[in-house]
């Protein structure tokens, strides 16, 4: 039961350098979104997609690019990473019948020097 | 638009006291409101949830939670709390309105001394 799966698990990028966040569910969920947590602030929404084929931007979508690439998978890409940047990122899914509640993946560490 | 105050950045408590971590949203009609846990390094879990009906919840690891709508909580509670309770505890607020998207606190950091 693998649920939501993200990688990679760390990376440490330099100021310019792009790089993709993957992140697959397996459990036939039609929503999927990606936050960022940061000390003191919460997870703030990036971007979701409310379903295959779409996606929308959340609070703090500067900076990134989202791929809905089938109904299992959802990218996140930073096109030129920023320190600013640096922070956890996390996958979450659900399905229609959840009334909102969030299935997670394990989170990505991302750092940017 | 949706948000959520969590008052209390850190909480330490003696294991087996008791335990309430705050949380006052802001929405205008009756939001789906949610206690999720994250043990480090670790995503999210789900503690409980509240949609309608009883205001008081049940929810998995002996944790509860009162929704109060004249006061805008939904206060987390715990009659004793366990050293392997120590973790970080996130307030989420969402409406039918927003879709499935839900808006989260800062976080409480719960430690737990014995």
């Known amino acids: 039961n693998a649920g939501v799966t993200q990688t990679p698990k760390f990376q440490v990028l330099k100021t310019g350098q792009s790089m993709t966040l993957q992140c697959a569910q397996d459990?036939?969920?039609?929503?999927m979104y990606w936050y960022r947590q940061d000390p003191g602030m919460g997870l703030r929404l990036i971007y979701y997609?409310?379903?295959?084929?779409?996606?929308d931007k959340g609070e703090v979508p500067n900076g990134y690019n989202v791929s809905r690439l089938n109904k299992r998978e959802f990218s996140l890409r930073l096109e030129s990473a920023a320190p600013s940047q640096t922070s956890v990122y996390f996958c979450?899914?659900?399905?229609?019948?959840?009334?909102?509640?969030?299935?997670f993946g394990e989170g990505s560490r991302l750092t940017v020097l | 638009a949706q948000s959520v105050t969590q008052p209390d950045i850190h909480i330490t408590v003696s294991e087996g006291a008791s335990l309430e971590l705050r949380c006052n949203y802001s929405?205008?009609?009756?939001?789906?409101l949610f206690w999720y846990v994250q043990s480090p390094g670790q995503g999210l879990q789900l503690l409980l949830k509240?949609?309608?009906?009883?205001?008081l919840v049940q929810g998995i690891k002996g944790f509860e939670a009162e929704f109060k709508r004249s006061q805008s909580s939904f206060n987390l509670r715990k009659p004793s709390v366990h050293w392997s309770d120590a973790a970080e505890y996130f307030c989420?607020?969402?409406?039918?309105?927003?879709?499935?998207?839900?808006?989260f606190g800062a976080g409480t950091i719960l430690r737990v001394k014995s």
């Open positions: 929405y205008g009609a009756t939001p789906y």
């Open positions: 997609s409310a379903s295959e084929g779409t996606t």
């Open positions: 509240y949609f309608s009906g009883d205001t």
């Open positions: 989420a607020v969402g409406a039918s309105e927003y879709g499935n998207k839900l808006v």
């Open positions: 979450a899914s659900n399905g229609l019948t959840d009334t909102g509640e969030l299935f």
């Open positions: 459990m036939n969920h039609n929503s």
